[in-house]
């Protein structure tokens, strides 16, 4: 991955809350920049790297469903090279959160998340 082409004019899309954390996105050309800071270290955080076709991809595969969990995104993507794991699919989701394409569902407790994807 080239860091230079990665950081090269990212727009800040907004930021999602969590359970425990609030997530800044960041649009590149291509990709996706989601990103935490560490609520025990000062100064430190995380990075994750999404790739837009992904995202549009689990946008139009569960556009207009209620209670969408990453468990549901990974379930359903399975035979697709778009969604690895569960932390991807979780980031796909903060990232059309953040795009206003979806919203975390706050009247469900316990500690899944869930998130309602709009159609447009």
Known sequence: MNVKKLVRGLTYLGSVTGKKQTYHVFGGAG???????????RGAGNFN???????EYVHKRFAGKSGVTTSDVVRK????????????????????CAMGRAKVDARRGGPKLFFNVHRA
């Open 31 to 41: 990709f996706f920049l989601v990103l935490s800071f560490s609520r025990s270290k």
């Open 77 to 96: 993507t399975s035979r697709t090279r778009h969604v690895r794991n569960a932390l991807a699919a979780l980031n796909m989701l903060y990232v059309l």
């Open 49 to 55: 790297v999404v790739e837009a076709a992904a995202v």
